[in-house]
């Protein structure tokens, strides 16, 4: 019998060629991150249009501006994250510097008692309020990449998993079933000589 076309042919069946997270919360994720597309649009336009309205351009608002580019061109890249454990790490990493960012600039806002006169009181409380929303939404895309990440280490383990038994089946099966046989031909021969000796 040819074990090693016979554990060949397993391993192509059951292991899968590349590894892949959970689908539903991939498409949550994707979903989010789809959503995080106004965000970065609108951070881009908000930073913008604060500079028009005050009539200068300050740190606070080119760093807003910048913010929403950083968080457009994640949304951009989310789509290599699916099957590399990098490209999510790196994607976490960037999406947590991008909340707290995004934090940052609320509370900023928040606490700036002199925005409302900048802005005016209505304006001001939409922008507050906004961003508040923006912190919310790339909180949730973060929790979904996290689990993401943990389902597609899952993934991987389990097929290294199903490699190091179907390589060790591969190496260790003829031997068993030759020693295995080695014992049963031992064990008949012994058997032959007690009953030759008429010992039961």
């Known amino acids: 019998m040819d074990y090693n076309l016979i554990i060949n042919q397993i391993i192509q069946m059951k292991i899968p060629r590349k590894a892949e997270g959970n689908q539903c919360i991939y498409c949550l994720l994707r979903s989010t991150s789809l959503c995080l597309l106004f965000v970065g649009f609108a951070n881009i336009g908000a930073g913008i249009a604060v500079c028009a309205e005050a009539g200068n351009f300050t740190w606070y608002n080119g760093g807003y501006i910048i913010l929403g580019v950083v968080i457009t061109i994640l949304v951009l890249i989310s789509h290599l994250i699916r099957k590399s454990r990098n ?7 960037l999406l947590s510097f991008s909340f707290l960012g995004e934090l940052g600039f609320a509370l900023g806002i928040i606490f700036y008692t002199d925005y409302s006169n900048v802005l005016g009181e209505g304006y001001a409380d939409a922008v507050r309020y906004s961003m508040l929303a ?6 949730l895309c973060l929790i979904f990449a ?5 389902s597609l280490n899952y993934s991987y383990f389990k097929i290294k998993e199903q490699e190091l038994l179907l390589y060790g089946a591969k190496i260790e099966t003829p031997k068993a079933d030759l020693k295995k046989k080695e014992m ?3 064990y008949e021969k ?3 000589k007690r009953d030759k000796k008429g010992v039961i």
């Open 87 to 93: 490209c999510i790490t790196f994607y976490i990493l």
């Open 134 to 139: 923006a912190c919310g939404l790339i909180l």
């Open 146 to 150: 996290l689990c993401y990440r943990n």
């Open 184 to 186: 049963e031909d031992k």
């Open 190 to 192: 012994l058997r032959e």
